[in-house]
């Protein structure tokens, strides 16, 4: 079986852009969330999705939407980049329930310049 | 506010020797999940255990294993006769029940020298 799939594997961008990335779950996984990861640090909650409804929102500005489609992949988007979105955005895919395990895909690298 | 904290930054032994990464979190509720990812350099999170705060027996899976202390609040991994493979970044996370908000700890970075 598939892990979660993520892309695009690298993106630079320029600061004032808009970015889309793209995640697509475990067969069977209803729930996606999304993940920032700056270089040295620990991932940091940005959103979590369960049959296309939000669950959840960490502490990030309004610039970071996402949504998740009736096949359960979901996609994040960043309007107007700073240089400060640069980091890796990881995607993971959960069963139904509170707490459960979450499977990560490789992430997508953003580069913001 | 739930909060982890992995106080070892780095870590480097040599194969064959034991090693444990601490995790110390912080939370006021009293039902709460505890989480060990291990992160390779392909930068993907790979799931190691998860354990609810209800369940403090110790777990050993093979080499790895984990002690669950809530009178600390800790929950400490050790790789019992590290291997070169094991080096990776080590991240505990915990995360409130009926919160979808997974805290990560800032990560230890394990190296295994042959």
């Known amino acids: 079986d598939a892990g979660v799939t993520q892309s695009p594997t690298h993106l630079i961008k320029t600061r004032g852009q808009h970015v889309t990335l793209r995640c697509s779950p475990i067969?069977?996984?209803?729930?996606v969330s999304w993940y920032q990861q700056v270089l040295g640090q620990g991932p940091q909650f940005i959103f979590q999705?369960?049959?296309?409804?939000?669950?959840g929102r960490g502490n990030f500005p309004d610039r970071f939407s996402a949504r998740q489609f009736p096949n359960y992949s979901s996609e994040l988007n960043v309007n107007a980049l700073l240089l400060g979105d640069s980091a890796l955005y990881l995607c993971?895919?959960?069963?139904?329930?509170?707490?459960?395990?979450?499977?990560f895909g490789q992430g997508t690298r953003l580069t913001v310049v | 506010a739930q909060k982890v904290t992995q106080a070892q930054t780095e870590i480097s032994v040599v194969e064959k020797e034991d090693v444990t990464l601490d995790c110390v979190y912080e939370?006021?509720?009293?039902?709460?999940?505890l989480f060990w990812y291990k992160q390779p350099p392909s930068g993907e999170l790979v799931f190691l255990i998860r354990?609810?705060?209800?369940?403090?027996q110790n777990e050993i899976s093979g080499r790895y294993s984990w002690n669950f202390q809530k009178s600390t609040s800790s929950f400490n991994f050790t790789i019992t006769a590290s291997q070169v493979v094991d080096s990776a970044v080590y991240f505990c996370?915990?995360?409130?029940?009926?919160?979808?908000?997974?805290?990560f700890g800032a990560g230890t970075r394990l190296t295994v020298k042959p």
């Open positions: 993971a895919s959960s069963l139904p329930g509170m707490n459960t395990e979450a499977f």
């Open positions: 354990r609810n705060s209800f369940d403090e």
């Open positions: 939370t006021r509720d009293t039902t709460y999940y």
């Open positions: 999705y369960y049959e296309k409804e939000e669950r």
């Open positions: 067969s069977g996984h209803k729930s």
């Open positions: 996370a915990l995360s409130e029940a009926n919160n979808n908000d997974m805290r």
